[in-house]
């Protein structure tokens, strides 16, 4: 047999070298290929996932408080998510000829499970309201609900309620570890209707024994209830406008007529705030007529 050479083993080496890389090309096309029916198979997903959140989202105006004209009193609304789909809920329903409902609540975390819970606890706080029992007890049947229907220590919500006479002069005030509820009368500072109750779905007795405030009116009272997400906001020096901040813009505005008042405290909030709200956002104004 004779000896390799040097020759040979120079063709020898090279032929190797060549085989390898004709085998790392093949291995490289082999990869993008994967690749390509990995992205091809994630913007699939990605498209379902964009035609799931647009229903969520539709859905979600249900959840929504709208306004209207009920008797003497005058509804505005205002309400955004941080994102898709959010947290908080409100409505405006009257109970019968005699008696309006406003409600806005606001469940903890955001995005879709958030929406979920937020679904769900509108439906319930909805058909309790429609029987007539009173805002207090309606919070204890919400409690009760959350506690055991989620079962979660770290799950809970807020929620704040209003019950109208058909007069106009007396409402009806409970809420549940909420922002308080300003009550609003031309040019005055708000007076700030505090809950009385915690929160809600972490503690069986978490509603107390007396929930409920009764306030009497007079035309051109303004009440307001909204949600943490218009309080939560900073300015550029990392100041929070906070319950006082809001006060403050509501007492500004006062004086504006009803279908400006609303747009004029968003507008003001926008104009001194950093950037996008970071929560949902839900706000009723009604305002008793002269």
Not at 190 to 200: H, V
Request: hydrophobic fraction near 40%; aromatic fraction near 6%; glycine fraction near 8%.
């Amino acid at each position: 047999m004779f000896p390799e050479t040097r020759a040979d083993k120079g063709r020898t080496g090279v032929h190797g070298v060549a085989s390898v890389h004709a085998r790392e090309g093949v291995d490289l096309l082999e990869h993008c290929k994967q690749l390509r029916r990995t992205n091809s198979k994630l913007r699939t997903f990605y498209k379902e996932l964009q035609n799931d959140l647009a229903a969520a989202a539709c859905v979600q105006r249900h959840l929504e408080p709208a306004p209207m004209v009920w008797g003497p009193v005058r509804v505005d609304t205002f309400s955004q998510p941080a994102r898709t789909v959010g947290g908080d809920f409100g409505l405006v329903s009257p109970l019968d000829d005699q008696h309006l409902n406003l409600l806005v609540g606001d469940v903890s975390g955001h995005g879709i499970s958030a929406a979920l819970a937020a679904s769900r606890i509108f439906s319930e706080a909805s058909a309790h309201l429609q029987t007539g029992a009173l805002l207090g007890e309606v919070l204890r049947k919400l409690n009760r609900s959350v506690i055991h229907n989620f079962n979660s220590s770290s799950f809970f919500f807020t929620a704040a309620a209003v019950r109208l006479d058909r007069s106009g002069r007396r409402m009806v005030f409970a809420g549940a570890g909420h922002p308080p509820c300003m009550l609003i009368k031309p040019g005055a500072e708000p007076q700030l209707l505090e809950a009385q109750s915690m929160m809600l779905g972490a503690l069986p007795n978490a509603v107390c024994e007396e929930p409920e405030i009764e306030v009497k009116l007079e035309a051109g009272d303004r009440m307001l209830l909204y949600t943490d997400g218009i309080t939560d906001v900073f300015d550029e020096r990392g100041d929070m406008l906070g319950i006082e901040g809001l006060r403050n813009v509501v007492r500004e505005t006062s004086l504006l007529p009803f279908a400006e008042t609303l747009p004029a405290i968003l507008g003001r909030i926008a104009a001194w705030r950093q950037g996008p709200f970071a929560d949902d956002v839900t706000m009723v104004l009604a305002e008793v007529s002269e």
